[in-house]
């Protein structure tokens, strides 16, 4: 740990630079350039992408001569101290705001000068976070880890037999099995062994992992642990958050995949595609200070999430530092994520457009089984140029217009 000075006008680091360390600014004065969006800065901390050798996507300027506490990387991960990673979740959070509204406004002004018949239309949600089925999966939880094995059981009994999407039952399966086996620990190997014969392999829920360390015992990964009493697992469809709506929860993406929008304030019945949240992100951070959701977020493929209200969400950091680091790298992806997309929608060319978006998202695109008129709308391309050059990067168009990797 040591004290630096920059002169002003000096730069900290460029876009694509990994930075030494991170920096807290003690005094002084920064610009943090994201896309074309600046924001000014007189405290917190920068260089936080050093910590998981990713490539910057901002340019840090001293605007003013400005001193700063600089920790090397080893320091910084050889004892993490919870307040100081509150403390860069919540400057990361400042800048992610600013790269989202920057990218917003690229947006709005995109969608607005594409023809009115290839807007892209609301979807209606399949399920949304008020649905009775997830308070009741919630209720679930609570019962089970209150000791009220009984009522948990009622829960996820009931929910077994209704007509759930097939991921949401098999969730609702697992702890069927989970609250069994908390009634009768010995039965514990048995239920497992039945649980495994009822789901199809391919049903890779977090909660059966959970289920597997509660069997054969091992270390709890923390992140697991949260998930057991906080998670909720959304089938294909669902509205997690609604823009405008206020806001009591932040939510860590564990596995699946989302896409962020917003209404079009001059189209009614539209929407402008943001951006897309992947395993590892983090959202619903205004539940941290309070405000208002800013956009929209809903699951494009089966999701499980950590749900933590701005309390929870401070003592699980306090409980386990390395939960929080995961928490701060989710962000920085984000931002990047962010970024990428702003300096793709800058780009007239529509075929380096789509070529852009499928080098970056091609995860995305494979998990969530889009369709080309679907992306298409998010492009904002005609279908024909769309199914051109996916042919011509390798991507096959199923005849049901499904992308698929080639």
């Known amino acids: 740990m040591k004290k630096i000075r920059f002169p002003s006008g000096s730069f900290i680091y460029n876009q694509g630079d990994i930075p030494g360390g991170v920096y807290f600014l003690e005094s002084g004065k920064l610009g943090v350039k994201l896309g074309e969006k600046i924001l000014h800065k ?8 050093s910590l998981f050798n990713i490539p910057s996507s901002e340019t840090v300027v001293a605007e003013e001569e400005s001193l700063f506490t600089f920790i090397e990387v080893d320091e910084f991960l050889e004892k993490v101290k919870p307040s100081v990673v509150v403390d860069i979740i919540e400057s990361l959070q400042e800048r992610l705001q600013t790269a989202d509204e920057a990218l917003k406004k690229i947006m709005a002004e995109f969608s607005g000068s594409w023809r009115e018949d290839k807007k892209r239309k609301r979807r209606e949600a399949s399920f949304s976070l008020k649905s009775p089925v997830f308070s009741d999966y919630a209720r679930m939880k609570h019962f089970l880890f209150e000791g009220n094995y009984d009522e948990a059981l009622e829960i996820a009994s009931r929910y077994v037999q209704k007509d759930l999407p097939e991921d949401l039952r098999s969730e609702f399966m697992i702890w069927q099995c989970i609250c069994e086996a908390s ?20 049903m890779q829920l977090t909660s059966r992992r959970y289920f597997e360390f509660l069997t054969y015992g091992g270390t709890l990964d923390p992140v697991l642990k949260v998930y057991a009493k906080t998670g909720f697992h959304f089938p294909v469809g669902t509205l997690v958050v609604e823009e405008g709506e206020e806001s009591y929860q932040l939510f860590v993406v564990l596995q699946g995949y989302l896409e962020v929008f917003k209404r079009s304030e001059e189209e009614e019945g539209s929407e402008i595609f943001l951006s897309f949240l992947r395993p590892g992100e983090f959202f619903g951070e205004a539940a941290i200070t309070g405000h208002k959701r800013l956009a929209s977020v809903r699951t494009i493929t089966p999701v499980d999430l950590i749900a933590l209200d ?12 390395s939960f929080g680091l995961s928490i701060a790298k989710g962000e920085l992806l984000r931002i990047q994520n962010v970024v990428q997309l702003m300096e ?3 780009c007239e060319d529509r075929k380096k457009r789509i070529r852009a978006f499928l080098k970056i998202f091609p995860d995305v695109i494979e998990n969530a089984r889009f369709k080309v008129d679907e992306l298409a ?9 769309l199914i051109t050059t996916l042919r011509s990067s390798g991507f096959l168009v199923g005849s049901d217009g499904t992308i698929k990797p080639g």
């Not at 514990?188 to 391919?202: E, W």
């Not at 701005?310 to 530092?321: A, L």
């Open 310 to 321: 701005s309390q929870q969400f401070k003592k699980e950091i306090s409980d386990h530092p």
């Open 183 to 202: 009634k009768a620990p010995k039965r514990t190997k048995h239920l497992l062994m039945r649980m495994k014969a009822s789901l199809p392999l391919s």
């Open 42 to 49: 007189c405290s917190g901390s920068v260089g936080e992408w």
């Open 377 to 385: 709308e998010i492009l904002h391309v005609e279908l024909v140029t």
């Open 344 to 346: 793709i929608f800058a």
